[in-house]
Nanobody
Framework: QVQLVESGGGLVQPGGSLRLSCAAS????????MGWYRQAPGKQRELVAR???????SYADSVKGRFTISRDNAKNTVYLQMNSLKPEDTAVYYC????????????WGQGTQVTVSS
């Protein structure tokens, strides 16, 4: 059973930076695609960034050039470096593990709050 635990959220001023971490259990982390999603109150969950098991990355248009997703398979950890933060980035950020196999379900972390405000 894969378990995901996010950390690194908090309060930051506009223009500031945060790095989120997602620590995963298990020994097969390297075969999963990993993603970061976010959800603000009253809004739909959206995909922010994704990294495949081969290292290919993709980003939502709203965060391109500001956010970077990376992974350290040896540490079973995925990161989201967030720079030039804006108030509209305020949301709960969730880590997702995707086996890219429809016969195997995804895993989700509990979420970490990011608040961008003066």
């Amino acid at each position: 059973q894969v378990q995901l635990v996010e950390s690194g959220g908090g309060l930051v001023q506009p223009g500031g930076s945060l790095r989120l971490s997602c620590a995963a259990s298990g020994s097969i982390f390297s075969i999963y695609a990993m993603g970061w999603y976010r959800q603000a109150p009253g809004k739909q969950r959206e995909l922010v960034a994704r990294i495949t098991n081969g290292g290919s990355t993709s980003y939502a248009d709203s965060v391109k050039g500001r956010f970077t997703i990376s992974r350290d398979n040896a540490k079973n950890t995925v990161y989201l470096q967030m720079n030039s933060l804006k108030p509209e980035d305020t949301a709960v950020y969730y880590c997702n593990a995707d086996p890219t196999n429809p016969r195997v379900h995804d895993y989700w972390g509990q979420g970490t709050q990011v608040t961008v405000s003066s």
